[in-house]
């Protein structure tokens, strides 16, 4: 079993930050690549931000120089900074993995519950 549960999400002024927080039940060095992504109301759910098992990162335009990704392998957990909020940005984040290999097992497309993040102008 793995799971990823994230937090951090709340109500913030437009322009105002946040910090989400993304903790897997493993290590997070067993996973391939962490992603953050959106999903607003009647809206699919797109990416943001990747952070890949080297370190490397990958953001959408609309994001770049705003949000920032980064991780902490000794608590497993991945981070979400959010800066410069914009009313656009309301939307409830979700955290996914999508490979996990945990002892003998591999666990494919793991998504968190989701934290609502609220943004008022």
């Known amino acids: 079993q793995v799971q990823l549960v994230e937090s951090g999400g709340g109500v913030v002024q437009a322009g105002g930050s946040l910090r989400l927080s993304c903790a897997a039940s493993?290590?997070?060095?067993?996973?391939?690549?962490m992603g953050w992504y959106r999903q607003a109301p009647g809206k699919q759910r797109d990416l943001d931000a990747q952070?890949?098992?080297?370190?490397?990162?990958n953001y959408v335009d609309s994001v770049k120089g705003r949000f920032t990704i980064s991780r902490d392998n000794a608590k497993n957990t991945v981070y979400l900074q959010m800066d410069s909020l914009k009313p656009e940005d309301a939307a409830v984040y979700y955290c996914n993995a999508d490979r996990v290999r945990s002892g003998l097992a591999l666990y494919r497309d793991i998504w968190g519950q989701g934290t609502l993040v609220t943004v008022s102008s």
């Open positions: 493993t290590s997070i060095l067993n996973i391939n690549v």
């Open positions: 952070l890949s098992r080297d370190g490397s990162t």
